[in-house]
Every structure is written in structure tokens, then in C-alpha cells.
């Protein structure tokens, strides 16, 4: 646990392993058994529930909760306001976690529901429910979220937006 900063009001549960460089902003709670690897920030007042594992150089913005056993992977950006679930049944008592492979991006204001893989490189649009699997390389968006097109079409897209953008800045 070198060098990581922690806000004020942080709540550790018992056995927290927090990795290098992680960076907690304020109000955060993480439960007991949890794994966050070095790099990875987390902005205030995001639940981290117990038993999960978060992945290297993960960004995970305010509002974020993210339930018991769900894994993320590495280079994971996770928009505020989210919820990543893993009951589908509350307070069954029977947890289907969710997983968050590498390097997907999910917007801000997405729900995704218990049992759901989120594969590599894929995206989900802000404001998604996620009700099943993204496939790896996709992007996915509405409600229920349903594929949209592929991630290499999506990252055209993004670019040819910011050239234009930086043509028409005063």
C-alpha cells in the first residue's frame, strides 16, 4: 500500500489490500476481502461492497456502487452514478456478480444487472440498463441495451468529433 491517498471519511472493511498508487476521494465505503489495484482511483462517495476484486489503473467515478463479489478488470472506466448489481432475486441470498473485463468503458447513469458480462474493449452508453452480456469490442446502449456497433466504429466516430472540434474552437 505505497503512496495511495485516501480522503476523509473512508471506511475500510477488515483485509482491504489496496494496490500502489490508489487514490480514494472522500466518503467512500469498501467492504472486507476487497482488492483494488495500483493505479486505480475512486471518486467520493462510491460503495464498493465486499469480496470484490477491481483491476490496475481502473477509474471509477463518484456515485458508484458496485456490489459484493462482482469483479472489474484492468483499465476500466466506470461513469458516476452506476450500479453494477449481482441479485437478481433481493435478499435471496443466492448473488450471480457481475464482471467488468478489461479495458471497457461504462457511461455514467448505467445500471447492469446481476449475472452480466461486460467483455473486453466493449462500451456501454450513459444511461443503459444492461439486462445480458456484451459481447468483447462492442458498444451497447438503451434500455435494455442492445448493440449498436462495434467499438472500432465508435472510436472513428470519437475522433472524427474531436478533429472537428478543434477546427472550429475560437
Known sequence: MEKCKIGKGVI????????????IWNYVVIGKN?????????????DIGKD??????????AHV??????????????GPNTSILNDKFPNSEFLTPS??????????GVIIL???IVGENSMVAAGSIVTKDVPPGMVVKGIPART????????????????????YQV
Open 12 to 23: 475500510l472493511g477488515e483485509n482491504v489490500i489496496l494496490g500502489d498508487g490508489v487514490v
Open 34 to 46: 476487497t482488492r483494488i489495484g495500483d493505479g486505480t482511483r475512486i471518486g467520493s462517495f462510491c
Open 52 to 61: 470484490v476484486i477491481i483491476g490496475r489503473n481502473c477509474i471509477i467515478q
Open 65 to 78: 456502487t458496485v456490489s459484493n463479489m462482482c469483479k472489474i478488470g484492468n483499465n476500466v472506466f466506470i
Open 99 to 108: 464482471i467488468i473485463k478489461d479495458n471497457a468503458i461504462i457511461g455514467g
Open 114 to 116: 446481476p449475472n452480466v
Open 148 to 167: 449498436v456497433m462495434t467499438k472500432k466504429e465508435y472510436e472513428a466516430k470519437r475522433l472524427e468529433f474531436i478533429r472537428l472540434r478543434k477546427n
